[in-house]
């Protein structure tokens, strides 16, 4: 069908003033507003520091551009914050949650005090998409790959059962076969790493390559410590000399699958979300602004300053990958619980 000139003219006004009329709306609404970053963990940590470089740049991209804050809510392992900015916060789009990627599937883990569907979420942006690596210390008799696959038992540390370093020392004892002694308590992996190198611990899995690269690298550059293995639904461009798990050791067909579906928080590993009520244009207007900043010369200057390594997932495409992990099957959910002892 052909469509006359003065159609296509009136079209075109209306898409015009529908797009002003939005614009409008954010600029009215924002202006003169702050727009809480709530972050489910203490001050100082990976998801803090990425939170507070979102909150110094995100506010130019806003329309209105709206004072951002950023704010601690500790405790629960993230759960917590989560249930507040699902149920609780205002969700009119002045709140928004930096959240820990392992709460997107603890519902299929049957985790208690889980009061939120991560699905329904909104989900704005990952600033990270992330590899896990495995550090162990050479007085543990571990130097290498070889040296940990004939390890009969190993002592590891976590700061919680919930947490991807126990997850991963977890997935890394079944696929290895070796007796884990899973030691937890520790506040952080700072302190886990801490105890590590101080010979109380062997070594270490959950130490994702962002964080690697900022904060564990000292004692590898030392030798005295390596990175022995790497984990993930696929390898890091930037560890090439590191060792692969699914290419050094041959898994069945239902375990691997159970490890895919567990590495799926790597895949959106610096998430933020609106409640499940905001309004979808102004889910549209930050989604928006999340992709102008890291865009921003400024953002990535600062970014590569502090050693903040950045990949984006965008939020339809995390969308995306919760509606496939809450849609595999029973056996293959069932098989991930039992290795990560949930």
Not at 85 to 97: C, R
Not at 143 to 148: G, I, R
Not at 246 to 255: G, Q
Not at 259 to 264: E, G, H, P, R, S
């Amino acid at each position: 069908m052909r469509i006359s000139r003065a159609a296509a003219f009136a079209a075109g006004v209306s898409v015009v003033a529908a797009f002003g009329t939005t614009t409008a709306i954010a600029d009215d609404f924002y202006k003169g507003k702050t727009v809480s970053i709530f972050v489910g963990s203490g001050a100082g940590g990976g998801f803090d520091t990425y939170a507070r470089l979102v909150g110094r740049h995100l506010g130019a991209h806003i329309p209105g551009k709206p004072f951002i804050k950023v704010q601690n809510r500790p405790g629960a392992g993230g759960r917590g914050n989560a249930n507040l900015i699902y149920n609780s916060d205002p969700q009119d789009g002045t709140v928004i949650g930096a959240l820990g990627p392992w709460l997107s599937l603890e519902p299929l883990w049957g985790q208690s005090g889980v009061k939120f569907d991560p699905p329904k979420f909104q989900w704005l942006m990952s600033l990270g998409r992330e590899v896990s690596t495995c550090v162990f210390f050479n007085k543990s008799g571990v130097t290498d790959v070889k040296a940990l696959m004939k390890k009969p038992k190993l002592a590891m540390g976590t700061s919680g059962p919930t947490s991807p370093m126990a997850s991963d020392a977890l997935i890394l004892a079944h696929a290895l076969k070796f007796k884990l002694n899973l030691v937890s308590g520790f506040k952080g992996s700072r302190q886990a790493f801490m105890a590590s190198e101080r010979g109380e611990l062997d070594g270490n899995c959950g130490l994702w390559y962002s964080s690697l690269q900022a904060q564990y690298m000292g004692p590898v550059t030392r030798g005295v410590a390596n990175v022995t293995l790497q984990l993930g639904r696929q390898p890091h461009p930037k560890l090439k000399g590191v060792p692969f798990l699914y290419d050094v050791v041959k898994l069945s067909e239902i375990d691997r699958k159970a490890m895919d579906l567990v590495f799926t928080q790597m895949e959106l590993a610096r998430p933020y979300v609106f409640g499940p009520k905001v309004p979808q244009e102004r889910t549209a207007v930050i989604r928006k602004a999340f992709l102008d900043m890291t865009k921003d010369p400024a953002f990535m200057a600062t970014a590569n300053k502090m050693k903040l390594e950045i990949e984006i997932v965008k939020g339809e495409e995390i969308q995306s990958l919760l509606a496939k992990a809450y849609a595999e099957s029973k056996d293959v959910v069932a098989a991930a619980r039992k290795i990560i002892n949930r």
